[in-house]
């Protein structure tokens, strides 16, 4: 959903201001896209059940009820949607009404829609940096939220924190958190603020208005907010990503995101909208990112597919890899080999036992591994008889550590 009340200064995700775009031809041609879709993978007999739906923006909640409702209906029909599926949808602060029966109104239509996740874009609860951020919301709008949120029964809840605003020191990160944490979501994200070229801020710290907290401040402030959230009982299970822990403390939190923690599986997932990605019987693909493009080609029957690769076997491995070493799990041999071979019942076949899983992937990743074990010995990643995974040190150099394995 592809639409927000104002740009960030920030943003460089595919996003237009709401007002004054063509929503409704864009919701009427994302239906025509959701059943083009689920049309030919029945055709091809490669329909199969959605476990997890996720609405991602953009603001889908600058959405009108009546369109994200027959856009949810659209998905029910045609795609065979689980029962119990997790369904996310991005709220922004500010964007639920302005009226508390309006908000409740709005909250209790995405109940019925089946919507049983939220995730919030706060970033700040500092009203001056959201305001430097050009976030249409305050710290007030977020507690407000919330309160509201829970009256409505929500309790799958995410909040994103941003860290490494200009100007913003790790005291001031780990304050925002606090109150964050004040707020008792069942899930948090934390992400440091990227400078990106093509927005008002790529354009600030080219002529020196805005300078960049340094790469030694921000993993710092990192590393605070990991122990801080472990102090307040948040599994850190992804490099970016913290959820509530269950009554069982040795198990995985059960509010981990079920539709992320696909992504970092390899799993496959049908991708949806302008600029959306996809992975789907072994190809990805990418939408067009041209919002006229996309409309003529739903207005034509075509689906709006601007690229697709179909992924080779070291391209799966490469990217199991790649995601894997993203989770605190990190990456095992026998999983990054199945995903080389393309197979889930390989053991059923021909047994093969942990080593050859451990001899197979080191085969295949040979002028990887002298740099691998060297990252070790430092240290940053652990290699044993299971698979690899990221040390709190490695995380720092994760791109590193992952180019390897590409
Ligand atoms: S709300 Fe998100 S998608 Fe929209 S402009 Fe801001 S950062 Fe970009």
């Known amino acids: 959903m592809p639409f927000c009340v104002q740009k960030c200064r920030y943003c460089a995700f595919l996003s237009f201001e709401a007002e004054g775009s063509p929503r409704k031809e864009y919701t009427d041609a994302l239906e025509k896209e959701i059943k083009l879709r689920a049309d030919r993978e029945k055709e091809n007999g490669t329909d199969r059940p959605v476990d997890t739906i996720y609405i991602g923006g953009g603001t889908p909640s600058v959405m009108d009820i009546s369109s994200m409702s027959e856009m949810v209906k659209t998905l029910k029909r045609s795609f065979d949607v689980v029962p119990d599926a997790e369904v996310t949808l991005e709220a922004n602060p500010a964007t639920l009404g302005r009226k508390d029966g309006v908000m409740l109104a709005k909250l209790q239509a995405y109940r019925f829609m089946g919507i049983n996740r939220l995730s ?228 059923l076949k021909y047994p093969v036992s942990a080593e050859e899983f451990r001899d197979l992937f080191w085969d295949i990743f040979d002028e990887a591994e002298e740099e691998a074990r060297s990252y070790a010995e430092r240290g940053l990643l652990i290699i044993d008889s299971e698979g690899l995974k990221l040390t709190e040190t490695g995380i720092d150099i994760s791109n590193s550590i992952m180019s390897l394995f590409v």
């Open 120 to 347: 919030m874009g706060v970033q700040s609860m500092d009203n001056d940096r959201l305001h430097y951020l050009g976030r249409i919301h305050t710290a007030e709008n977020v507690t407000r939220d919330m309160d509201i949120i829970r009256r409505k029964g929500f309790d799958n809840v995410n909040l994103d924190l941003m860290f490494s605003i200009p100007g913003e020191s790790g005291d001031d990160a780990l304050r925002d958190l606090d109150k964050i944490l004040a707020l008792g979501p069942e899930h948090i994200s934390c992400y440091s603020l990227q400078i990106e070229e093509g927005t008002p801020f790529g354009e600030m710290a080219d002529s020196g208005e805005l300078i960049e907290v340094s790469d030694e401040e921000d993993r710092e402030t990192y590393h605070r907010i990991c122990r801080r959230l472990a102090e307040a009982g948040y599994e850190h299970y992804e490099i970016s990503n913290f959820a509530k822990m269950g009554v069982d403390p040795d198990a995985p939190s059960p509010y981990r995101s079920q539709h992320n923690s696909l992504y970092w599986n390899m799993d496959e997932y049908i991708g949806l909208g302008l600029g959306a990605s996809g992975f789907l019987n072994g190809v990805r693909y990418k939408n067009t990112s041209d919002l006229d493009e996309y409309l003529s080609a739903l207005k034509e029957g075509r689906l709006p597919v601007a690229e697709e690769h179909l992924n080779t076997a070291f391209d799966n491995i490469s990217e199991a890899v790649f995601t894997g070493l993203r989770r605190r799990e990190g990456i095992r041999y026998e999983d990054a080999v199945r995903a080389y071979l393309d197979t889930d019942d390989l053991q």
